[in-house]
């Protein structure tokens, strides 16, 4: 993504039409349309008469990706110009920046310096976010600029209701902010027609690409791997989008993973080692939620850590237990549990074990799993493997039509 330019100040409603932004969803998971948040602020700020507030939100809690960090480490005036933007079509006189790392910060503190000079008219505050996997949910958000505990709350009130210091406030991911700047500096480059994948796994080092929206698998396959071979299975979205067959037609859009049973979440995809046994990443995945969930929900407290010993134990089944009806049971009842949205998380992660690796399944109740069952005894921190990091790196892109690589 090109670097910003502090383009013409416009009003919430045609800042919301340019380019087609009207279409872009959100990039920090949820894939919340854009242009209904921007609105819903404006139109809050109006009836309650207070300033509105912008929040870039890149505290990126998710251990595979590293697209935010990036943003805001190599592209700190592009993800700026995106809350420039957004803060002059509502009118809110200040906005923050919350970042995920000490790196991060002092990138943006230089950029923020710059942005005095050339539009002194918004205030921009810098925010360094707790280092855990639920900062960044836009509730903890607001919580941790407020009170500096980076914590859910419970819905409602949302933040484009209450926010900081009581404004009605747009948080938006940086990445989001980011395309919002590059289509306002290219006209005709439509908002949201890429986004940032940190492709990782598969016995490559991660990379991060810039790719269309609605690609096919195979293309991030070829470009990673050097060929069209996706006999693998795939970790899709972080942590929180299950796992599932690498479908070399498999669509990377929110629609074309949704429709088959997995959700793009955050962008990334990990590869799994081929032969790697399923049961053994949801039971990594799971230990990782059960270390690093808020503290605060007992429902998610409990599930978490349940559901990770249940997963864990596959390797060598307890007998008598009745593991064939646990499952399907928390794949439904912890849907919508917390006041974040781990629970759902855990929840997707065992409805794609139940749907997609029956098989593997049913064989661990049969007879375990060795490899299941030395992770179990291994003292490490099961999720080690799973986590991606960005170390000082320049962007390599070829031309403006291929992708953005970072190597990691």
Known sequence: MAEGGYTTPRAADTLASAAGIDQLLGRGGAAFPTSVKIDAV?????????????VANGAEGEPLSI?????????????LEGVVAVADALGAPEAHVYVADPIARAAVDTAVAELAVAR???RVHVFQAQETYVAGEETAVVRALTKGIARPTDKPPRPYQVGVGGA????????TLACIARSLQSPSAEAGGTFLTTVSGGGRPPVLYE????????????????????????????????????????RLSH??????????????????????????????????????????CGTCI????????????????????????????????????????????????????????????????????????????DPTPRWEHLTVSLPGCAAKQESPSDPLAVSA
Request: proline share 7%; aromatic share 6%; hydrophobic share 45%.
């Open 302 to 377: 409990s599930s978490t850590s349940s559901v990770a010993a249940t997963l864990a134990q596959l390797g060598n089944p307890t007998p008598g237990v009745n593991y064939a009806s646990m499952l399907p049971r928390w794949a439904t009842q912890l849907i919508g549990r917390g006041a974040c949205a781990v629970p759902d998380a855990v929840a997707t992660m065992i409805r794609s074990l139940l749907h997609f690796y029956p098989q593997s399944l049913e064989r661990h109740l049969a007879q375990g799993c060795e490899a299941c069952a030395e992770a179990a005894a």
């Open 120 to 122: 002194p008219a918004v």
């Open 67 to 79: 697209k935010d960090r990036y943003l805001l480490r190599f592209r700190p005036h592009l993800v």
């Open 42 to 54: 404006r139109r809050a700020a109006a009836s309650t008469a207070l300033a509105p507030a912008v």
């Open 255 to 296: 629609a074309g993973v949704r429709l088959r049973r997995g959700s793009l979440g955050c962008g990334s995809l990990h590869f799994l080692e081929r032969g790697a046994c399923p049961i053994r990443i949801a039971a990594d995945v799971a230990g990782y939620y059960a270390e690093h969930n808020a503290r605060q």
């Open 168 to 175: 009605p406030t747009l948080v938006l991911n940086v990445e």
């Open 211 to 250: 790719v269309p929206v609605d690609a096919p698998l195979h293309e991030v396959t070829r470009a990673h791997f050097g060929d069209d071979d996706t006999g693998r299975d795939l970790l899709i979205g972080g942590f929180f989008g299950g796992l599932l067959p690498a479908w070399s037609d498999l």
